[in-house]
């Protein structure tokens, strides 16, 4: 059935483009991949203009997915940018570029996951991944974690078709570009494969040393030039999270909570299938060791997020699928209220799939507050002000705010970092994006012009409906300097 298997393509990209749609901003950890293609679609050559010179982040990132996002969306930008389409039109276009990239991999899991497992599985395993929601969501994010679960895929699918030299090449991908805790969970699979005699150890040496001087290669070549000096970005990273342990400065969590927390909200509820497919299927338990210890291993880190452990999203739903198979397969011979129930499961998954959107929309404040006042400021109250200035404090910068939002070529605008609350230097701005925490330091000398609300928590009243709100928050606010309000000196 040929048009059943396009079908179950589209579906996830479908899903995908529409969480694009819906949530278009980004949030402060895709900052360099965002900002690294909008530099080389729209600054080409000119290394001294790219934001990473003057926004470096903590540690390095390299270039190779941004560059391949912007390679491929190039054309769609040129077009749009023809077409008089305003500039953030190509941050859709980037992040829909990604996000199929994503599910054409996805795709290709899927159909390695039929060939082997049966086309129930297959099937399965697409609607239980759309039926979710963090994993598509992710797919469009330009994260690290989301160009190596490119590659993840693609070797997931290797695994699966037991094609050894391409599984080794693709691991060695994501592992040295992008993911350096990838070489537990491949490197586990790696381990099984030479363990039950499928791959022979100097074969798999040989495949390893040479992947790892064609990528390590590549990488150090190619990010050296846009770093000016030499380095191996991923490299670099590993040492900071691994040896130096630094990442836990950005937030800690107990061991258990991947488990107990970010698995069941990414899985949602097909998680409940899983003892039911590791009891039945053999091949179930062999396909779950591989993420199950990895998410094990991994949670010995304290700094924890559901994006470190994206890549085991896909193979723990496909061990999810063999057991809901395993329902569908055997309905006839089961309680009914089993079958009733998989049904049951998959239509609340995406009801609380839809729930989680909802949430998410209202993550970026910043973004909505810079396109807000690009619709306040139109081209006769800009001729009124002459020369525009906007700086964007660090919530906005954090929750939404880009280069491609940035829509007003004869504007400046401007991310300093440096400059003091309420100083006479923030008083060369005509407009301010700041926290709403900062207003009472800006209220003698601006005006507030516009805000953006942005989720607060949920608000639980059984008794009204519905049951569950949204409850938002001023998170970021715009301010307009007052006419007559000059610069004065520090000492003054």
């Not at 608000?459 to 007052?482: C, G, H, Q, W, Y």
Request: aromatic share 12%; glycine share 6%.
């Amino acid at each position: 059935m040929p048009g059943l298997g396009l079908l179950l393509d589209l579906l996830p990209c479908c899903v995908c483009l529409a969480y694009v749609a819906v949530c278009p901003y980004t949030k402060v950890e895709e900052s360099f991949n965002l900002q690294a293609i909008h530099d080389l679609l729209y600054h080409g050559t000119e290394l001294q203009k790219y934001d990473h010179l003057e926004f470096p982040g903590v540690v390095p990132r390299t270039f190779l997915g941004p560059m391949a996002v912007s390679a491929l969306a190039f054309p769609f930008v040129r077009l749009s940018d023809s077409l008089g389409a305003v500039k953030f039109t190509s941050q859709y276009i980037v992040r829909a570029v990604l996000g199929l990239l994503v599910c054409l991999s996805f795709a290709a899991f899927r159909r390695a996951a039929q060939t082997k497992l049966g086309r129930a599985v297959g099937t399965l395993l697409t609607i239980i991944t759309t039926c979710q929601f963090h994993f598509l969501f992710y797919s469009s994010r330009p994260l690290p974690n989301t160009f190596a679960l490119v590659l993840a895929l693609l070797a997931f699918r290797f695994w699966l078709l037991q094609q050894h030299r391409r599984f080794i090449w693709a691991s060695g991908a994501a592992i040295i570009l992008f993911r350096s805790e990838l070489c537990i969970l491949l490197g586990l699979v790696l381990l099984m494969e030479i363990g039950s005699g499928r791959l022979p150890i100097w074969r798999a040496v040989r495949h390893i040393a040479t992947a790892g001087v064609v990528w390590i290669g590549l990488t150090v070549a190619v990010d050296s030039v846009f770093w000016g000096r030499w380095v191996w970005p991923e490299g670099e990273v590993l040492w900071f999270n691994a040896v130096l342990n630094k990442s836990h400065l950005w937030g800690t969590h107990p061991f258990w909570w991947y488990f107990l927390s970010a698995l069941p909200r990414s899985l949602l509820l097909p998680f409940l299938s899983l003892p039911w497919a590791l009891y039945r299927d053999r091949r179930a338990r062999i396909l779950a060791a591989p993420p199950i210890g990895f998410v094990l291993l991994y949670s010995l880190l304290p700094h924890k997020e559901l994006r470190f452990i994206v890549y085991a999203i896909p193979l723990l739903n496909l061990v999810a699928a063999s057991g809901y198979a395993n329902i569908w397969i055997n309905r006839r011979k089961l309680p009914l209220f089993l079958p009733l129930a998989a049904a049951c499961s998959l239509l609340l998954s995406f009801g609380a799939a839809l729930c989680f959107l909802h949430v998410s929309r209202h993550n970026y404040p910043g973004g909505h507050a810079l396109s807000l006042l690009h619709r306040l400021v139109d081209s006769e109250a800009e001729a009124n002000l002459g020369s525009v200035s906007v700086h964007i404090g660090v919530e906005p910068a954090m929750t939404g705010v880009s280069r491609f939002g940035e829509l007003r070529p004869s504007w400046n605008y401007s991310k300093t970092e440096a400059l003091e609350r309420g100083s006479s230097d923030m008083h060369q701005f005509r407009f301010l994006l700041t926290s709403a925490e900062d207003y009472s330091s800006y209220k003698d000398t601006h005006e507030l012009v516009g805000k953006a609300e942005g989720f607060a928590r949920l608000s639980v009243t059984p008794r009204e409906f519905p049951p569950v709100k949204i409850m938002l928050e001023d998170r970021v606010l715009i301010l307009m300097k007052k006419r007559g309000c000059r610069q004065v000196d520090d000492g003054s």
